[in-house]
């Protein structure tokens, strides 16, 4: 990875490649004295260029020629553009995405703010569905029956097209703020991890993506070298991936941004059949036209790729959505994975899930032993070099005071704030502390918490036994991120307001008295729980689940009954769980 530079040295890099570009500069940063020093290597490099105006980078060169191989029996494919300020070093795209002496730059597509952290890019697209986005160029790997499947000559088109960037496009914000601004083409040179490096057994492999924007949308390439890097300028050997045999996955990938695309071309213009001569999957996906004026994919935007089994990747993206830059180069990690064999897709993740319970002021472990048989003995016994057992009959882990093994048949009582139980004939009571975590025998555990909203403290209780929630092969968009969400952010929190006392509290005092023990849809379950509202042995968790319908759990009489009940009436129910005490008995 490159050395990324700051400030005015970023400014002056730019500088230099615009001036070894032939395009204007940003004026006020240029010393007169080391213009003219540096002037003659300027007007070297720029002959060089002139003389190898056909010459490619390797990674281009290995991208031109999977064109040549691709598309040669159809058309002649365009080139790849040899001229393009090339990105070669960390922070340049940021730096490049806004005029020095402003704080603002906007076009019709993109708007980017300075800010006391770095930068704000705001693009004029911010999608959430994916629905008929994905094209695929036809003649490779086979396509899926979810995708669109383009003609070669289309893709072919739509390529040429893509590279016909209008002028102020072109636009580079670095000199927007100037009366002659430089127009441009960027590119950037990724290196994205396919496989890690397992120590020993083999080096990490990496394959290589080359993007291509129009100058206006370097904030896309900030946003994509923030997450993936900068492999710094492919021109020269020691950053050549084909050179770097032990490392390098055998993948080459490419992307252009080409938001000019998107409701400009008609079907018939591109090479898309009329409907009547269009193929059965053409006419379902849309590649075809009754009318020559149908645009492509509606005016929508798209995303549109060739691949093979060589292991090469070319993708067009018609729009400047940031995600989609992601997006992409999580895909082309995903077809060199494939490819590649023995890797995992880079889109697995997941959550390990303890359920919790909100435990109100209260808990009684006694009344919870048939689900957590396990005694304090045994714990102390098995765990003897990590615990300090103290005399009263419980332990403090050694290397984490705050969390304190305690017995089977504890009480917990927030009001108090006391644990107690039963040792030797009497009754031992330690203080409930902030910040420490009780566990029982079975690795049940306790703590206290403050809910949002400024409500009262409670018992919070964790299960020792959690769920692994996995998604191994997935895309972007299949809800890996949802399953490691809280379920909190689903709450709703707010005061209970009552309507008619009498009424309400007459409804409250009927649910509580009732018996559920008939709710469950298997005939063989029923009768089988008689626990009622207030009993000690039913947690307010329980009492919610308890009054929320469930199809699957539940009887269609019971989940009628259930919806007649209004939604305050249940929160009253709540609200008296919450604070009952057994004491109280039937007084609540």
């Not at 580079?172 to 290196?191: D, E, N, V």
């Not at 396990?374 to 332990?395: K, N, Q």
């Not at 809800?479 to 007459?506: L, M, R, Y």
């Given at each position: 990875?490159?050395?990324?530079?700051?400030?005015?040295?970023?400014?002056?890099?730019?500088?230099?490649?615009?001036?070894?570009?032939?395009?204007?500069?940003?004026?006020?940063?240029?010393?007169?004295?080391?213009?003219?020093?540096?002037?003659?290597?300027?007007?070297?490099?720029?002959?060089?260029?002139?003389?190898?105006?056909?010459?490619?980078?390797?990674?281009?060169?290995?991208?031109?020629?999977?064109?040549?191989?691709?598309?040669?029996?159809?058309?002649?494919?365009?080139?790849?553009?040899?001229?393009?300020?090339?990105?070669?070093?960390?922070?340049l795209a940021r730096m490049a995405s806004l005029p020095p002496d402003q704080d603002a730059f906007s076009s019709d597509i993109i708007s980017s703010y300075r800010a006391?952290?770095?930068?704000?890019?705001?693009?004029?697209?911010?999608?959430?569905?994916?629905?008929?986005?994905?094209?695929?160029?036809?003649?490779?790997?086979?396509?899926?029956?979810?995708?669109?499947?383009?003609?070669?000559?289309?893709?072919?088109?739509?390529?040429?097209?893509?590279?016909?960037?209008?002028?102020?496009?072109?636009?580079?914000?670095?000199?927007?703020?100037?009366?002659?601004?430089?127009?441009?083409?960027?590119?950037?040179?990724?290196?994205?991890?396919?496989?890690?490096?397992?120590?020993?057994?083999?080096?990490?492999?990496?394959?290589?993506?080359?993007?291509?924007?129009?100058?206006?949308?370097?904030?896309?390439?900030?946003?994509?070298?923030?997450?993936?890097?900068?492999?710094?300028?492919?021109?020269?050997?020691?950053?050549?991936?084909?050179?770097?045999?032990?490392?390098?996955?055998?993948?080459?990938?490419?992307?252009?941004?080409?938001?000019?695309?998107?409701?400009?071309?008609?079907?018939?213009?591109?090479?898309?059949p009329e409907f009547s001569r269009a193929t059965e999957r053409q006419q379902r996906d849309g590649m075809c036209w009754k009318e020559a004026s149908e645009l492509y994919?509606?005016?929508?935007?798209?995303?549109?790729?060739?691949?093979?089994?060589?292991?090469?990747?070319?993708?067009?993206?018609?729009?400047?959505?940031?995600?989609?830059?992601?997006?992409?180069?999580?895909?082309?990690?995903?077809?060199?994975?494939?490819?590649?064999?023995?890797?995992?897709?880079?889109?697995?993740?997941?959550?390990?899930?303890?359920?919790?319970?909100?435990?109100?002021?209260?808990?009684?472990?006694?009344?919870?032993?048939?689900?957590?048989?396990?005694?304090?003995?045994?714990?102390?016994?098995?765990?003897?070099?990590?615990?300090?057992?103290?005399?009263?009959?419980?332990?403090?882990?050694?290397?984490?005071?705050?969390?304190?093994?305690?017995?089977?048949?504890?009480?917990?009582?927030?009001?108090?704030?006391?644990?107690?139980?039963?040792?030797?004939?009497?009754?031992?009571?330690?203080?409930?502390?902030?910040?420490?975590?009780?566990?029982?025998?079975?690795?049940?555990?306790?703590?206290?918490?403050?809910?949002?909203?400024?409500?009262?403290?409670?018992?919070?209780?964790?299960?020792?036994?959690?769920?692994?929630?996995?998604?191994?092969?997935?895309?972007?968009?299949?809800?890996?991120?949802?399953?490691?969400?809280?379920?909190?952010?689903?709450?709703?929190?707010?005061?209970?307001?009552?309507?008619?006392?009498?009424?309400?509290?007459?409804?409250?005092?009927?649910?509580?008295?009732?018996?559920?023990?008939?709710?469950?849809?298997?005939?063989?379950?029923?009768?089988?729980?008689?626990?009622?509202?207030?009993?000690?042995?039913?947690?307010?968790?329980?009492?919610?689940?308890?009054?929320?319908?469930?199809?699957?759990?539940?009887?269609d009489e019971y989940n009628l009954w259930l919806a007649k009940i209004s939604q305050h009436i249940k929160e009253l129910v709540f609200v008296v769980k919450r604070f009952?005490?057994?004491?109280?008995?039937?007084?609540?």
């Amino acid at each position: 990875m490159t050395t990324p530079l700051t400030g005015n040295a970023e400014i002056r890099h730019l500088n230099l490649k615009l001036a070894e570009l032939g395009l204007p500069l940003y004026e006020a940063a240029v010393n007169p004295e080391a213009a003219a020093i540096v002037q003659s290597f300027i007007a070297r490099s720029r002959e060089k260029d002139r003389l190898l105006a056909s010459h490619l980078c390797p990674v281009d060169a290995r991208i031109q020629a999977f064109l040549y191989d691709y598309l040669g029996d159809v058309v002649v494919p365009p080139r790849l553009p040899a001229q393009t300020l090339l990105l070669d070093r960390e922070g340049l795209a940021r730096m490049a995405s806004l005029p020095p002496d402003q704080d603002a730059f906007s076009s019709d597509i993109i708007s980017s703010y300075r800010a006391a952290n770095g930068v704000l890019h705001n693009p004029r697209s911010d999608r959430r569905t994916t629905a008929g986005i994905f094209h695929v160029a036809e003649g490779g790997l086979p396509i899926p029956g979810d995708k669109k499947a383009v003609p070669k000559e289309v893709f072919a088109a739509l390529l040429r097209r893509a590279f016909e960037a209008p002028e102020d496009l072109l636009t580079l914000p670095f000199t927007a703020s100037q009366k002659q601004p430089a127009r441009c083409w960027i590119s950037l040179y990724l290196r994205p991890l396919i496989c890690p490096e397992v120590a020993g057994v083999l080096p990490e492999l990496r394959m290589e993506t080359r993007f291509f924007v129009p100058g206006t949308l370097v904030s896309n390439l900030d946003f994509v070298e923030s997450i993936f890097g900068n492999a710094g300028d492919p021109n020269l050997p020691e950053n050549d991936a084909a050179l770097d045999v032990e490392h390098w996955s055998g993948n080459t990938g490419c992307v252009i941004l080409a938001p000019h695309l998107v409701g400009k071309l008609t079907k018939k213009e591109l090479g898309l059949p009329e409907f009547s001569r269009a193929t059965e999957r053409q006419q379902r996906d849309g590649m075809c036209w009754k009318e020559a004026s149908e645009l492509y994919n509606d005016g929508q935007a798209f995303k549109i790729c060739a691949r093979d089994a060589s292991g090469t990747i070319v993708t067009v993206i018609g729009d400047n959505y940031y995600g989609y830059c992601k997006k992409e180069v999580k895909t082309q990690i995903s077809f060199a994975a494939n490819l590649l064999g023995l890797a995992e897709e880079e889109h697995a993740g997941g959550a390990l899930v303890f359920p919790r319970y909100d435990l109100a002021g209260e808990y009684d472990g006694p009344s919870h032993l048939h689900d957590y048989p396990h005694r304090f003995t045994e714990v102390a016994e098995r765990f003897a070099a990590e615990l300090d057992v103290r005399p009263e009959g419980y332990a403090v882990d050694r290397r984490f005071p705050t969390i304190v093994c305690v017995p089977e048949d504890v009480r917990f009582d927030l009001e108090a704030q006391s644990i107690a139980w039963e040792s030797g004939g009497r009754t031992r009571t330690i203080r409930l502390m902030l910040d420490h975590h009780y566990l029982l025998p079975s690795g049940f555990g306790i703590h206290l918490e403050k809910p949002l909203g400024n409500r009262a403290w409670r018992l919070i209780g964790t299960r020792p036994d959690g769920t692994l929630c996995h998604k191994p092969c997935t895309v972007s968009g299949g809800g890996k991120s949802e399953i490691s969400k809280p379920i909190t952010d689903a709450i709703i929190h707010g005061p209970v307001f009552v309507a008619d006392f009498q009424s309400d509290f007459d409804q409250v005092e009927a649910l509580i008295r009732k018996d559920y023990s008939d709710r469950f849809r298997d005939p063989a379950q029923r009768g089988k729980d008689a626990r009622t509202i207030l009993s000690p042995q039913r947690s307010l968790g329980s009492v919610i689940k308890l009054l929320t319908p469930s199809p699957e759990e539940y009887s269609d009489e019971y989940n009628l009954w259930l919806a007649k009940i209004s939604q305050h009436i249940k929160e009253l129910v709540f609200v008296v769980k919450r604070f009952w005490k057994p004491s109280w008995g039937d007084s609540w």
